[in-house]
């Protein structure tokens, strides 16, 4: 499971921020900052706001190399007896998100040529 404070912590430290002005930005004292990176979890609206201050949505906590790991899904309520293992790693994710990102460039292009053809038979 994902650790909430050590993923902050990771995060001011990368970006190379001062803890005590983070600290100050939320309106806490350093040595309580360095608890929160003690914890485990924490309420949402004090995620968003220390996502707010380091400069981060709260979605990319939850993405830093974090392997999806999803085993022996069943669906059985909705349509009988089926089971699926994925097993996605952080930098398939980003590869397959690089392959999304190039296939909607060539659609846009594609797109954009059929116009300037659409444009010449009229």
Do not use: W
Not at 11 to 37: C, S, W
Not at 56 to 73: D, G, M, P, R, Y
Not at 88 to 95: H, Q, Y
């Amino acid at each position: 499971m994902l650790h909430i404070g050590n993923e902050i912590k990771k995060v001011i430290e990368q970006n190379h921020l001062v803890k005590q002005d983070v600290a100050e930005q939320l309106g806490i004292t350093p040595t309580y900052l360095t608890r929160m990176f003690k914890l485990e979890d924490m309420r949402c609206s004090s995620l968003d706001r220390v996502c707010k201050v380091i400069g981060l949505s709260a979605a990319h906590i939850f993405e830093q190399e974090s392997a999806v790991n999803v085993q022996k899904v069943s669906a059985n309520a909705f349509i009988g007896e089926a089971k699926a293992e994925l097993n996605v790693t952080p930098g398939e994710v980003a590869t397959l998100r690089e392959l999304l990102e190039e296939k909607e460039r060539t659609i846009q292009i594609l797109l954009a040529q059929i116009g300037t053809l659409s444009g010449q038979h009229e």
